[in-house]
């Protein structure tokens, strides 16, 4: 018998990334989430109180830009749809807010959209008519004796006045008198009529106006962290403010994140 041929010894051979796959493997990750972020979704803190208790101040929030997207012939599996009353929405204000040094912004603002093209609508106690029908609306602030307003609660009954303060635009002092029929506000065909949860604590287009079409960014889809975060927080815009804010979180994270509300849908 012809002796028997050795067995070679398997080695057992790591192959070791080296710094360019390294480097590459790691903008290929920030590639694709910069992709997600600025196509499909973007993030979005809540700065206000204008929709509790559906939203808090500190909600960190995925936005979906693609479901209210214009239809695009390379994504043909995505549901593309327009907005519809209820729908709570991302958009850029229609009109300008100065910034420290007096140059016009257009913030993000996430409101409750009430009335598309279209509609007529009025507010009697609170309550929303829309079309001659009263709506249920238990995500809105109710309104009672203590904190009725006839400008917020039976509009657009009262007129806006632009007084310091009021958050009330000139312009819309003038353009709304071209939109009450019967006492209703009627919407333009292209815009809608946007108004917070947080009914007498909200600046929405009961001061400024309808949103156009083409401002609508998107709907709030998940809540992924929520973070107790003061009122004021926005306007502390200071290096030293930021720096002692980021050390805060730090050190709090576990016992001020609200852990009920992160990773939950946005309805």
């Given at each position: 018998m012809p002796p028997e041929k050795p067995v070679p010894a398997v080695v057992d051979e790591q192959v070791k990334e080296t710094t360019f796959e390294a480097v590459a493997s790691i903008c290929s990750v920030l590639v694709v989430g910069l992709f997600i972020l600025t196509l499909l979704g973007q993030n979005m803190v809540i700065p206000s109180g204008s929709m509790e208790k559906t939203l808090l101040v500190g909600d960190h929030l995925l936005v979906d830009r693609i479901t209210l997207a214009p239809p695009a012939k390379w994504m043909p599996l995505v549901h593309y749809r327009e907005p519809q009353r209820g729908d709570m929405m991302v958009f850029l204000k229609p009109v300008a807010d100065p910034d420290k040094d007096g140059n016009p912004t257009y913030p993000f603002l996430v409101k409750?959209?009430?009335?598309?093209?279209?509609?007529?609508?009025?507010l009697r106690n609170g309550i929303i008519i829309l079309n001659g029908v009263a709506q249920s609306e238990p995500y809105a602030q109710p309104t009672i004796p203590e904190n009725h307003s006839n400008f917020l609660d039976e509009f657009p009954s009262v007129p806006p006045d632009p007084e310091p303060g009021n958050f009330i635009t000139e312009a819309w002092t003038v353009d709304i008198a071209k939109h009450i029929e019967n006492g209703d506000l009627v919407v333009p065909?292209?815009?809608?009529?946007?108004?917070g949860d947080n009914r007498h604590n909200s600046a929405d287009s009961r001061f400024w106006g309808f949103v156009p079409r083409e401002n609508i960014v998107g709907r709030p889809l998940l809540n992924y962290w929520s973070f107790k975060t003061p009122n004021d927080q926005e306007q502390k815009t200071g290096i030293g403010d930021n720096l002692a804010w980021m050390g805060h979180v730090v050190l709090h994270f576990v016992s001020d994140t609200r852990w009920k509300r992160t990773l939950h849908p946005v309805r």
């Open positions: 409750r959209l009430v009335g598309i093209g279209g509609d007529h609508i009025h065909n292209g815009m809608y009529f946007m108004m």
